[in-house]
């Protein structure tokens, strides 16, 4: 399905010096920022008290983190757990605090706004609970770097496996990078929606990097630049309306998602764009860079069986 359909390629390529000195600047400085700063790491992976309370009307979140606010707590997580009068609060840790009197005080200035409310469990997490989730979240992302290098080499070649992998980091530095210099807490979701981002990122560079093969195959008289704006330009319909829907639901998560979804959803608004700004500007750009050739993804000794060709293309039975 195409809303529109452009007659003329667009000269990406030509352009794809600068953007990539752009998006270089732009990955320096995310890295600057999470060498300088840091990333804000949530409860789940610094350690602290998770308290579950209840209440016998649903809960208003807002009351309730304004409540623990007066205790000094800026960052509190609070978020529905379950249903609509189940609250879940993680509290970070604090030197020369227990848990216990951590929920004590918590559960005071909660029962001093609404007395109805019942503690129905607290738990420490620790430290060592929240290095090991990222030491697991670190290795979840290895796997899948390493699972898209081989996927990518396997399908088509391993230019296109490092021009892939390059873009999809990028991706995933600057999120990060937006994360440190906002000082955006990182959880757990956080982490979900970076492994998201490099799945969708990558889907986008599978996408132009099969019109690319298939122009190869197609037009033997075109030289690889003049393929690869080729293959970007006749993908533009299919990038706007899966990336366009795919937004607008997530625009839905972060507008109307309250404090539980907003990172999640910001980190996945940030992968979205910036995922179809390097499928386009940066992994197509490097892999013309690396020297991809037509005899990279096409045999040589004629078409292959069941391969037709366009008997519209001006080029079709050359042979290279």
């Known amino acids: ?3 529109f359909r452009i007659r003329r390629d667009i000269p990406f390529m030509r352009h794809a010096l600068v953007f990539n000195i752009i998006s270089l600047v732009t990955f320096l400085a995310a890295v600057f920022f999470l060498v300088t700063r840091g990333l804000n790491l949530s409860v789940e992976f610094t350690g602290g008290t998770v308290m579950e309370v209840a209440y016998s009307q649903p809960a208003d979140l807002n009351r309730v983190r304004a409540a623990v606010a007066q205790l000094g707590y800026s960052d509190v997580q609070v978020q529905n757990f379950g249903s609509a009068r189940d609250v879940l609060i993680r509290l970070p840790a604090r030197k020369g605090v227990s848990s216990a009197q951590q929920s004590e005080r918590v559960l005071a200035a909660l029962k001093a706004d609404a007395p109805d409310v019942v503690l129905r469990r607290t738990e420490f997490v620790g430290p ?20 898209i290098m081989i996927y990518l080499a396997m399908r088509f070649e391993w230019k296109f496996a490092v021009a892939a992998i390059i873009a999809n980091l990028h991706d995933v530095v600057i999120i990060l990078g937006f994360f440190a210099f906002f000082q955006w807490e990182f959880s757990l979701a956080v982490l979900a929606a970076v492994l998201a981002v490099l799945g969708y990122s990558v889907n986008e560079s599978v996408v132009i990097f099969d019109r690319i093969r298939e122009n190869f195959r197609r037009y033997r008289k075109m030289n ?18 899966t990336h366009g829907s795919t937004q607008i639901m997530v625009l839905s998560m972060l507008l109307f998602g309250g404090e539980t979804l907003h990172y999640f959803a910001m980190a996945l608004t940030i992968g979205i764009l910036f995922g179809i700004y390097s499928s386009v500007f940066v992994a197509a750009a ?22 037709i060709e366009d008997p519209k293309d001006p080029n079709a039975g050359a042979t290279v």
């Open 224 to 241: 690889t630049v003049q393929i690869i704006d080729n293959a970007i330009t006749s993908t533009i319909s299919r990038t706007i309306i």
């Open 1 to 3: 399905m195409e809303f």
């Open 286 to 307: 490097i892999a013309m860079w690396l020297g991809v050739r037509r005899e990279d993804l096409v045999k040589s000794g004629g078409k292959k069986s069941g391969e």
């Open 128 to 147: 060592q609970v929240g290095e090991e989730l990222a030491t697991d979240g670190l290795k979840a992302l290895a796997f899948v770097v390493v699972g």
